[in-house]
């Protein structure tokens, strides 16, 4: 699949200060648009994430016959068809970068008696699929895939499917997202055990959304839920919460430029989704969280972070799960850091938009930044000043992309990025924001690809 590369630089300059609202939760935004879509009545969502990610799972939800329409800027109206009520599509589903819309949908359709195939971009076809289609397949789904259990595949549902017990085998919130979702439309309980938690935002939405979900603690400290399917679910009013990852940036930027002080309204502060909060603390960062609130069972806040000496940690195996995706531009903060920063843990960073443990040791080489890697584990040498001066590949991966632009910001010579593009996967607006807070991210060439 062919697209348009953005190369684009970051230099430093002045110090970042304002106040800014990222774009709404991407986890959050995907899961709207699907528990709308089995909703019987209209789901109304303010704040949505307008990012090509979400873009691509709400035109899922439309092809399997659910009303998705935009009403206003981020604020959306799904008219839902009830659990049971999918419709096959008549043409593939285009997931483009959507890792996470693809696994949760094919959870949505497996238990429903119909056809759907599922493609997406070169990124994604190469992601494996396996740990998602393992337990769709013991409740009666078909697949029909490449090697490796990757894009393109094919999933036909049973007439009907079989409620399951299912074990995690490791941490991962997609995985036990697609069995919750496929246990909606399957009679009887379906128990998902989940031996580390993960973010919970599937479950937050089952019980907002109104079905029947028991939550429990077996003696093994195990996390035990329990859905009852056949259920029906009922519409809400969804306003999203800023995303935490993408706040990621701005507040490591802050940290690191000398002179910084900047304010990200709005945050999600989901406590499986704030293990960078904790790690950036640890390390003596000055952050602070003010107006705190809930909205939707979830709470949120205004974070505010301004620049620090900060200091090599350990972070442990066990916080991955609350933090996955903020490993990269935590790398950034560590490249700043006194001393070492050990990140343990981290083998799910090799199967994300790519090997993202590989792609930052690589930015990080090619900025003069001392650092060892291991098959699940990096770490980083800090020093106060960043020799930069390096262009990182990103392999299609927005968040590589986002990161090596936030060092560039605090390095002494300007950093690149082969290609900026895809940024608007999962975070439109970034460049205009910096811009906002004084950070100076340009655009250079273009070049078919």
Partial sequence: MSHATKPMTARSGGALSG??????DKSISHRSLMFGALSVGET??????????????????????????????????VEGVGVGGLCEPDRVLD??????????????????AITTTFIGDASLSRRPMGRVLEPLREMGAEVLARSGDRLPLTIRGPQTALPITYRVPVPSAQVKSA?????????GITTVIEPIATRDHTERMLLGFGAEL??????????????????????????????????????????IVPGSDVTVENVLLNPHRTGLFTTLREMGADLTIENVRETGGEKLGDVRARHSKLKGVTVPAERAPSMIDEYPVLSMAAAFAEGETRMLGLHELTVKESDRLAAVADGLAANGV???????????????????????T??????????FLVLGLASDKPVSVDDGAPIATSFPGFTELFARLGGSIETTTGAAA
Wanted: glycine letters at 14%; hydrophobic letters at 45%.
């Fill in 19 to 24: 106040r800014i609202r990222v774009p709404g």
């Fill in 179 to 187: 069995v919750l979702l496929a246990g909606l439309n399957a009679p």
């Fill in 214 to 255: 028991e939550i429990t603690q077996n003696e093994a400290g195990e996390r035990v839920m329990r859905l009852k399917g056949q259920c029906e679910l009922k519409p809400q009013a969804i306003t999203v919460p800023g995303d935490p990852s993408s706040a990621a940036f701005m507040i490591v930027a802050a940290l």
């Fill in 394 to 403: 990103t392999h299609l991966d927005h968040r590589i992309a986002m990161s």
């Fill in 95 to 112: 997931f483009g970068n959507a890792g996470t819309g693809a696994r949760l949908t094919m959870g949505l359709v497996a238990s429903h």
């Fill in 370 to 392: 001392p650092h060892e890697k291991g098959p699940d584990w990096l770490l980083v040498r800090g020093a106060e000043s960043v020799a930069g001066g390096g262009t990182v």
């Fill in 44 to 77: 109304q969502i303010e704040g949505l994430l307008e990012a090509e990610d979400v873009l691509s799972t709400g035109s899922a939800m439309r092809a399997l016959g659910a009303r998705v329409e935009r009403v206003g800027e981020g604020a959306w109206r």
